[in-house]
């Protein structure tokens, strides 16, 4: 199955406080609402997704954090209740979706060719993260489009920043091979925070946005300098002070799911397109896409989306 192919990235950020102000069924806490910024940014995200028709969402996550090596979810079908255990009060979602275990395999593989460490997850009891889960349910609410979940080896903490986001582009440019190898159409999540200087105390309504603001002013204008970069397409410049905003904005691209998801699309001079941002406890979250489909880098779904009668049939095939 040769000519798989990324179609877009996003970086879709992963604060609980979305879900629960969401107020879904299958979280359990209720909200009266808040952060409607942030999530109409995600709205929009979701059209695009839409249109764009992948076979597979892939995720990297920080909250799942393994210590040796990348871990791929390695089991079909996984359901549970994942809790976020910083904000319990806020999220305690059941969730139930489809892993592409094919394309699992092949990253892990590639990974491994590429001299990571790399393992399979076959634990058929796993309790998926709240990162992954929050990502995936704001981008893509109906759960009907298989994952491709990835671990947080942490590298850039162990190691140098430098050093350790090394190893993410090479993780990345391992996912990338492994989707052309197994003839996907993927998008790629990059469940990440800018800025994350947060506040220590949650107000009595956690919903109550008279309280949300940026808790670092210095923390805010990083978050625009590297955003408007961004809206430029001036992706090399990113990566080249991408240590310094780490550093001074401790900012969470550091676990290395931004730079595993540029690795993967080959880094473009891309203008990102902006669908919003907003704070959530302080810290600065962007939904942000590059779709490679209009930039013309990437093939246009087969069939448009008002003809594809529904995505039941993904799910089903997986089964
Ligand atoms: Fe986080």
Known sequence: MPNGEIVAGFLAPHPPHLVYGENPPQNEPKSEGGWEPLRWAYERARKSLDELQPDVL???SPHWITQVGHHFLGVRHLSGKSVDPIFPNLFRYSFELEVDVELA????????QRGLTAMMMRNPKFRVDYGTITTLHMIRPQWDIPIVGISANNSPYYLTTEEGLD?????????????????RRAVLLASNTLCHWHFHEEPDTPEDMSREHPQSYDGYKWDMRVIELLRQGKTAEVFR???????????????????WMFAAMGYPEL?????????????????MEWNLVKAGLAGAAAVPPSAAGGRESYAGAMR
């Open 58 to 60: 892939l995720v990297h």
């Open 105 to 112: 395999e092949a990253c892990c593989e590639k990974a491994a």
């Open 167 to 183: 190893e993410m582009d090479t993780l990345g440019k391992a996912t990338r091979e492994a989707i052309e190898a197994t003839g």
């Open 241 to 259: 002070i991408l240590p310094q905003f780490i550093d001074e904005a401790f900012a969470e691209v550091k676990s290395g799911a931004f730079t």
């Open 271 to 287: 203008p990102g397109e902006l669908h919003g941002y907003g704070t959530v406890i302080g810290t600065g979250n962007a939904v």
